[in-house]
């Protein structure tokens, strides 16, 4: 396999976007950002053919649910790139999202119950505080890999 050193450096448009995707931080938002169209729209079809006979707090728990192991997958993959016991993984990652479904309700509920904000409206901002929230533990404790033995970490200047 040639190294990076023999390719012709990309240019244009997809030197443009190839840059971008290596960057984590693009693939989080663009992965995430698809996942979270995916649970939003399924909260708003949920909350539309329901609406009122189930609390809209409720329609929380399927919604993610059915986003986990969909939304697991595609980090692990093409976001973090991580191998290893999946297991282990997908066992953190569960809880992250257990706390997200916490922050989520919580500042849902703030927003609807106090704020009198529209439900749609409210989902849509409590997704963008917790989407922060979730890259920040999902790096730092699902897909964390110990440093290789031997390796120091930079000492402080």
């Known amino acids: 396999m040639p190294d990076d050193m023999s390719r012709p450096p990309r240019t244009g448009l997809f030197g443009l976007v190839?840059?971008?995707w290596a960057r984590r931080e693009v693939r989080f938002l663009i992965v995430g950002g698809a996942n979270t169209l995916m649970a939003w729209f399924l909260f708003a079809g949920s909350h539309a053919i329901l609406g009122d006979s189930v609390p809209y707090l409720a329609l929380?728990?399927?919604t993610y649910g059915i986003g986990i192991p969909i939304a697991f997958t595609s980090?692990?993959?093409?976001?973090?790139?991580?191998?290893?016991?999946?297991?282990?993984?997908?066992?953190?990652?569960?809880?992250?999202?257990?706390?997200?479904?916490?922050?989520?309700?919580?500042?849902?509920?703030?927003?609807?119950?106090?704020?009198?904000?529209p439900v749609l409206l409210a989902q849509t901002v409590a997704i963008g505080v917790?989407?922060?929230?979730?890259?920040?533990?999902?790096?730092?404790?699902?897909?964390?890999?110990?440093?290789?033995?031997?390796?120091?970490?930079p000492e402080e200047v």
């Open 18 to 20: 190839a840059g971008l």
């Open 60 to 62: 929380l728990i399927p």
């Open 75 to 117: 980090q692990r993959v093409l976001v973090f790139d991580t191998h290893g016991n999946a297991w282990v993984d997908f066992a953190r990652y569960c809880l992250v999202q257990l706390s997200a479904i916490g922050m989520n309700a919580a500042v849902l509920a703030f927003m609807v119950e106090l704020l009198n904000l």
């Open 130 to 153: 917790v989407i922060v929230l979730t890259y920040f533990s999902h790096l730092l404790f699902s897909f964390r890999r110990p440093a290789p033995s031997g390796e120091r970490l």
